[in-house]
């Protein structure tokens, strides 16, 4: 069985920074991606970024310049730094990995089990 554990969520001012962590522990045989979604009250769920085991990375256009996704492969673990938060910005933040693991015959998705980001106007 795999986990996922988050930390770095909170409150935080306008203008202010958070760091998330998320780390997968467990039998892995390899991960592809390493991404945070989040989801606000009454909203869907939606991609913030995403790195690939290659270095790739991904952002949506309301975090750009603002938000940074990094990796640590040998401790698979992933990070979001934001900066710059806006209460829009307000969510649980979801950690997922794609990968492959034994309880799956191709690649398939875990999820963290959320993480509260609050910025305050």
């Known amino acids: 069985q795999v986990q996922l554990v988050e930390s770095g969520g909170g409150l935080v001012q306008a203008g202010g920074s958070l760091r998330l962590s998320c780390a997968a522990s467990?039998?892995?045989?390899?991960?592809?991606?390493m991404g945070w979604y989040r989801q606000a009250p009454g909203k869907q769920r939606e991609l913030v970024a995403a790195?690939?085991?290659?270095?790739?990375?991904n952002y949506a256009d309301f975090v750009k310049g603002r938000f940074t996704i990094s990796t640590d492969n040998a401790k698979n673990t992933v990070y979001l730094q934001m900066n710059s938060l806006k209460p829009e910005d307000t969510a649980v933040y979801y950690c997922?990995?794609?990968?492959?693991?034994?309880?799956?015959?191709?690649?398939?998705?875990?999820w963290g089990q959320g993480t509260q980001v609050t910025v305050s106007s």
């Open positions: 997922a990995v794609d990968g492959r693991f034994p309880d799956a015959a191709g690649t398939r998705r875990y």
């Open positions: 790195s690939t085991r290659g270095g790739g990375t």
């Open positions: 467990g039998t892995i045989f390899s991960i592809n991606v």
